[in-house]
């Protein structure tokens, strides 16, 4: 049977995230505006990150990161944020039926930058095995997803379901075992991988 996985970032406790300018919207909130747009209208900014016991620090000083171009770069806004190594596997696996395209977006470190993309989803996936899916008693809140191999089988990249147009632009996406595997042999960074349920 075939085996699917989500995707996140490496929860790091001091690690690279790019932000968006002071009071930028969410992914959510810029899905209507990014219609028809193939490049996004700010630049991101990688700041250094720091999880402490109570409190999160950010700072420009990128001196003692090991890696600050990670092919999944975290951001503050909620994009799948990947990399020119990590956008080339997962467009070499696309069976042409997931339909999306790319945002070219600017990131900025230390006085350069490069280009990253963000994943977009053109329509919304019919993925979920409706039986077998977990929801929050009396809601259609789902609890635990189980997606249907007769349907995602179409697939090599899919969107969690979501409510509203979240679906669009977002960081829960699940890819197929051989897109995995290809990410691992080309040792690309930034990218922990989660078990989802797939009947």
Not at 109 to 131: G, H, Q, S, W
Request: hydrophobic share 40%.
């Amino acid at each position: 049977m075939s085996k699917y996985f989500s995707i996140s970032w490496v929860d790091n406790p001091v690690g690279p995230v790019a932000f968006g300018p002071e009071n930028s919207k969410l992914n959510f909130e810029l899905t209507e505006e990014l219609v028809g747009c193939n490049k996004l209208p700010f630049d991101l900014i990688i700041k250094k990150v720091s999880q402490l016991k109570d409190s999160v620090e950010e700072s420009d000083d990128l001196s003692d990161l090991n890696t600050i171009w990670e092919d999944y770069l975290p951001n503050n806004i909620g994009f799948a944020l990947m990399s020119d190594r990590l956008k080339a596997i997962v467009d070499l696996h696309l069976t042409g039926q997931e339909d999306i395209d790319w945002i070219n977006c600017k990131v900025w470190a230390n006085a350069t930058f490069k280009i990253y993309y963000i994943l977009r989803f053109n329509r919304k996936l019919d993925v979920l095995d409706i039986e077998n899916t977990k929801y929050i008693p009396n809601s259609n809140r789902i609890l635990k997803p189980c997606y249907s191999l007769l349907k995602v089988n179409f697939y090599n990249v899919f969107h969690e379901e979501l409510s509203d147009n979240l679906w669009q632009i977002n960081i829960f996406i699940i890819i197929s075992e051989k897109l995995k595997k290809d990410i691992q042999k080309g040792k690309l960074t930034g990218i922990e991988f989660g078990k989802v349920t797939v009947i």
